[in-house]
């Protein structure tokens, strides 16, 4: 974990090296991302629910998956930019060192750039909150703490199936992307205003509706079932197969070669 | 047992067959030919502790594949390797703390920051003590001459002063073993030079074992008693170069200068070439020595000056490729 921080701490120092270029991209970050919320602001102007949902009850949902993806994009750019890695040969180098590959990948590379819109999405989400009566009670502050981390945990999980297709090709990357750009547009959502199938896809093959659905109805006491408030804790079972297959991809590397 | 025992190692690649055209391209989309490469062939061979070995082939021989199944990148198709112990492709974390690999044309530094921060990140990666490391470190600071640049942003270095810095990243943990894949490629004369000594002080000194692939020759001389040659996968030549040089050194060169007119004809002379100052000869020592020659010269003419070349090893390489139909 030391080196982890260590790595963070170092790819910052690379980072601040280029100060105006730092600035400006942050700001450019923010300006850009805040369309994205206005664009849903601009849909409730006409409707003002989407099955039930109120724009602020999107909001907070758009936000906490924002959130997770935006994490993973700083703390997490390694596993997204893996390609990179593979593309450029510097995996072998990461096999030449004591560690675990993972931990290693992680190190590899950090954009705190990205973390302009980890800082948008927990104000966005302050606002939909307060504008938002929830009745606060223990059970929803850690219902809201776990979306927040399920968040976090299943892009981790995407990034990282997306990351071992690049041990099979590197080539057409754009497929990896349908999962982890697209299935992020469709989780901004609360997946219920989906049609049902959907609904059964974004539950059992990609879970985000443990991230954003079942437990938003329990916060927003659209349903009392404590099961609904803890359901999040399922998409930590959901790495477990990601981690499989990116060592799988690993063997096959290794008797292939690039 | 050797420290490194390699036996009977291969590898085959799978290729796929690309043609040139637009219709073969759609061929190939809907359905692939395979080329199987067979890049590592049935390869043995044992090294000892301390040696340092020159691994030598023309391009696309096999050599980086060799290195990379060495190191524990790669896993053969079959065949087996035991270095200090360990298979390294099945013990990878416990067998790498053993051993440093220095890419000539990879860099393992951070880009933009100082080599002493990569340093310290390597520090904690492979766990080394703080006193060890210390010691190590400045040892090699010392040795590599780094001290003032240790602090400057890896990107601008040059190249001589950047693969300094890579050899250094790669012996904080006093490997056992060095891996060197072309690690001169692109320095300059005294880069070369500071980096060849240093390597044979660090072999002298602390019995690292080396592998050393390259194209420059002189760094074979300079380092390696012993060299392996192989060409399309397969082990040609193993053995001293003294020996190899022997077998393959025949041609040599005598530039003589003179005022006279030569006109000589004799078995071993392979070629007389006129220049403004005399004439250069290429002669075959195998079947006339030096002293014959120049016996057979001061007869007939008088010499102000001579000078004799032994073939430039390049050129033996060359020859030796070129024998071996590689």
Redesign the interface.
Known sequence: M??YF??LA?HL???L?YRVNFILSFLSQILVFFTYYFIIIALFAKFDNIKGFTMYEVLLCFSIIQFGFSMNEVFARGVDRFDRLII???F??L?????NIILQVLCSDGDFVKSARVIQAIIVMIVALLHLHIEWNIMRVITLLLMLLSACIIFFGIFLLAASYCFYTVQGLEVRNVFTDGGKHMAQYPIGVFSKGFVLFFTFIIPYAFVNYYPLLYFLGKKDTIIYGLSPLLVIIYLLPCIIVFHLGMKRY????S | MSFIEVKQISKT??VAKKKSGLKEAFKSFLKREYLDIKAVDDISFSIEKGEIVGYIGPNGAGKS?TI?IL?????P?SGECKIAGMTP?KE???Y??K?G?V?GQ?S?L????PAE?TF??LR???EIPEEEYLSTKNDLIEKLNLKDIINI?VRQLSLGQRMRCEIAASLLHSPEILFLDEPTIGLDAVSKQLVRDFIKKLNKEKQTTIILTTHDMSDITTLAKRIILIGKGKVLYDGSLKKLKNMYETETYISIKTKDSLNIKKKGIISKKKNKEGYDLVINTKLISISELLTVLSHRISIEDIEILEEPIDKMIVRLYEDYQI
Not at chain 1, 254 to 257: P, T
Not at chain 2, 71 to 75: C, D, E, F, R, V
């Open positions: 030391k080196i260590k790595s170092m120092k690379g980072e090296e450029r040969g510097d072998d180098r096999l030449l060192r004591p560690r290794s008797s292939v070669g | 690649f799978r594949t990379k190191s524990g990148i790669l896993n198709d492709w990878r974390v416990k790498v703390k051993i690999v890419f990879k393992q951070w880009w933009d920051i921060d310290d990140l904690d990666i492979y942003p």
